[in-house]
């Protein structure tokens, strides 16, 4: 049988965003019931991967050590709830920057299915902003919009766009889990 994955976004998904930046592991705070969400997808058989832009690194705002130790207290916290992340890939590079990994390319989706061989088009991605929606259509995965972080935003200046939207990463977890 052929592994199943969702993709979650990190800030403003999984954890409290900030537009000054996450730049330390103290700063790295979960929203209510993320954690439980990355455990009960686990518990249905869904291995998650985070994706995520971090442009704080080449903005100089933290080193790459520091974002390791934000990723570990996330890996942490999650299994002290039961979840398990199988990987994190992120973009370091700025908005100015010429890559092709910063979403809303797509380039980290197509980088996670080489590296697993997963069907992205059968890969749930989960975000909370425009450009994680971009990507994972872009990349034919089956976008999620959540509320949080710039969700409300989003889903309120893009009405057009047609992808579920719900309030929060546990509620998109539930959905997800009852239909499979």
């Given at each position: 049988?052929?592994?199943?994955?969702?993709?979650?976004?990190?800030?403003?998904?999984?954890?409290?965003?900030?537009?000054?930046?996450i730049k330390s592991?103290?700063?790295?705070?979960?929203?209510?019931?993320?954690?439980?969400?990355?455990?009960?997808?686990?518990?249905?058989?869904?291995?998650?991967?985070?994706?995520?832009?971090?442009?704080?690194?080449?903005?100089?705002?933290?080193?790459?050590?520091?974002?390791?130790?934000?990723?570990?207290?996330?890996?942490?916290?999650?299994?002290?709830?039961?979840?398990?992340?199988?990987?994190i890939y992120f973009?370091?590079?700025?908005?100015?920057?010429?890559?092709?990994?910063?979403?809303?390319?797509?380039?980290?989706?197509?980088?996670?299915?080489?590296?697993?061989?997963?069907?992205?088009?059968?890969?749930?991605?989960?975000?909370?902003?425009?450009?994680?929606?971009?990507?994972?259509?872009?990349?034919?995965?089956?976008?999620?919009?959540?509320?949080?972080?710039?969700?409300?935003?989003?889903?309120?200046?893009?009405?057009?766009?047609?992808?579920?939207?719900?309030?929060?990463?546990?509620?998109?977890?539930?959905?997800?889990?009852?239909?499979?």
């Amino acid at each position: 049988m052929t592994e199943r994955y969702v993709i979650l976004d990190r800030d403003g998904t999984i954890n409290v965003d900030s537009d000054d930046f996450i730049k330390s592991p103290e700063e790295w705070l979960p929203l209510a019931g993320s954690l439980e969400a990355i455990a009960l997808l686990n518990r249905h058989g869904y291995k998650v991967v985070v994706i995520t832009n971090q442009s704080g690194i080449a903005r100089g705002l933290f080193d790459l050590a520091t974002l390791a130790a934000i990723h570990a207290k996330m890996r942490q916290l999650a299994s002290q709830a039961d979840g398990h992340i199988e990987a994190i890939y992120f973009c370091p590079h700025g908005p100015n920057d010429t890559c092709d990994c910063r979403k809303p390319l797509d380039g980290l989706f197509r980088r996670f299915a080489a590296d697993t061989q997963a069907d992205l088009s059968r890969t749930y991605a989960i975000g909370d902003s425009l450009r994680d929606i971009q990507a994972a259509e872009s990349a034919g995965a089956k976008a999620i919009l959540v509320k949080t972080g710039k969700g409300e935003k989003t889903a309120l200046n893009n009405p057009q766009r047609n992808v579920p939207i719900f309030d929060n990463l546990y509620d998109a977890a539930t959905h997800i889990v009852s239909t499979s």
